[in-house]
């Protein structure tokens, strides 16, 4: 029981740091049918951004503020000068271009700060908590917190407000967004800095638990699209389902079978489901999203 026990407790916080990258993809893709392959650097500079603002002398709080304030200014830079320029280009070259955002987004993070590994001290602190024989680090506690709180602001802003209704709008026609006087340039802008920050909350959280570096997006990235898919893609609620299902497979694939399978099992078992079921475990076969 207590080995069950730590591997569910290990699973849903990786699941929950899956989650947070799932919902930055949901974001933008709601607001474009892009996928922003980029959404994974966030969370590097995240971390990384406040890790060096705070070894400069700064209040952790104050870096960490700084780093998510830093990161949405880079998101907003991603869509003014590489996803509005080609704005009706067909979507694959779209996708092409977070893809190339991402390579140089690590290049520059190389060149401005370094290739080690670093971490900054836990929030509150690293004294494990014992949980029916398993432990949990205070740290995973705020990770899961903040994922569970950013998915209900997200379900309720597309849900309850007239922005996030004009995201689903601006996604499902853009024309006729705009037709009904919907600012479409500043929806796409307000998704990509939202995106962001988000990602960079996520970075912020992680860091003291896993460490960060300047390739640690790569592997993000193609969990939280996993995990979105596996949810189905544009849903919040899949997206937070999907990253917490497939931390949970991670670590009961690790424990029981073994960690070099881990990986590799997670990604069969969403492809099973996706055959199955193409839009996700809870997308819909026909949808109005407006």
Do not use: C
């Not at 977070?98 to 401005?112: E, P």
């Not at 802003?157 to 995201?167: D, E, N, W």
């Amino acid at each position: 029981m207590p080995e069950l026990m730590q591997f569910l407790l290990s699973g849903v916080t990786v699941g929950a740091v899956y989650a947070l990258v799932a919902l930055g993809f949901t974001i933008i893709y709601n607001a474009s049918d892009v996928v922003n392959f980029a959404q994974g650097e966030f969370v590097m500079l995240g971390g990384m951004i406040t890790v060096f603002a705070h070894m400069a002398g700064l209040p952790l709080p104050l870096s960490a503020l700084i780093a998510v304030g830093a990161t949405a200014a880079f998101g907003v830079a991603l869509n003014k000068l590489a996803i509005e320029p080609a704005r009706g280009a067909p979507v694959v070259s779209l996708i092409i271009i977070t893809i190339g955002a991402s390579i140089f987004i690590r290049g520059a993070t190389q060149l401005v700060f370094d290739k080690q590994i670093h971490r900054f001290p836990a929030i509150s602190g690293d004294d494990p908590i014992h949980v029916l024989g398993a432990t949990i680090l205070p740290q995973s506690l705020w990770i899961i917190a903040g994922a569970v709180a950013i998915f209900i602001g997200l379900w309720l802003f597309f849900t309850r407000t007239l922005i996030g209704r004009a995201v689903l709008a601006t996604s499902n026609n853009r024309l006729a967004a705009q037709l009904v006087g919907i600012n479409t340039n500043w929806i796409m802008t307000l998704s990509f800095a939202v995106s962001a920050a988000i990602g960079a909350i996520a970075g912020v959280l992680v860091t003291p638990v896993t460490m960060i570096g300047y390739d640690f997006g790569i592997s993000l990235a193609l969990k939280g699209f996993a995990a979105a898919m596996l949810g189905g893609m544009g849903n919040p609620k899949g997206a937070f389902a999907g990253g917490i299902l497939l931390g949970l497979i991670e670590a009961l694939t690790a424990g029981y079978i073994s960690s070099q399978y881990k990986d590799a099992a997670a990604f069969i078992i969403i492809l099973a489901v996706l055959f199955a079921m193409p839009q996700g475990l809870f997308g819909k076969k026909s949808t109005d999203r407006v």
